[in-house]
């Protein structure tokens, strides 16, 4: 069974910044894609940042210049550093993973969600 960790969310202010880290940990060959999504009070869960094996990079548009995702391949992490961070950026953020469990089976993954409060 795989597992995804997250940690670092917490109250910061506007234009602040913090770092989301995401570590995945279980039986599994390897993992492609990685990526950070963020689900706001009475809103729909939404794709922030993802980031390919390869190291090919998406963002939002509302995250872009502000947001970098990257990840580490040897430790199955991946992180997102938030800079300029804005009250609308308040969410619960979420790690996810395409997991190769076998050579023919791939399992979607998702962290518990971290917090993530601007305000001042």
């Given at each position: 069974q795989v597992q995804l960790v997250e940690s670092g969310g917490g109250?910061?202010?506007?234009?602040?910044?913090?770092?989301?880290?995401?570590?995945?940990s279980g039986t599994m060959l390897n993992i492609n894609t990685m990526a950070w999504h963020r689900q706001a009070p009475g809103k729909l869960r939404e794709?922030?940042?993802?980031?390919?094996?390869?190291?090919s990079t998406n963002y939002a548009e509302s995250v872009k210049g502000r947001f970098t995702i990257s990840r580490d391949i040897a430790k199955n992490t991946v992180n997102l550093q938030m800079n300029s961070l804005k009250p609308e950026d308040t969410a619960v953020?979420?790690?996810?993973?395409?997991?190769?469990?076998?050579t023919l089976k791939y399992d979607y993954e998702w962290g518990q969600g971290t917090q993530v409060t601007v305000s001042s």
């Open positions: 109250l910061v202010q506007p234009g602040g910044s913090l770092r989301l880290s995401c570590a995945a794709l922030v940042a993802s980031i390919s094996s390869g190291g953020y979420y790690c996810s993973a395409v997991v190769q469990i076998t």
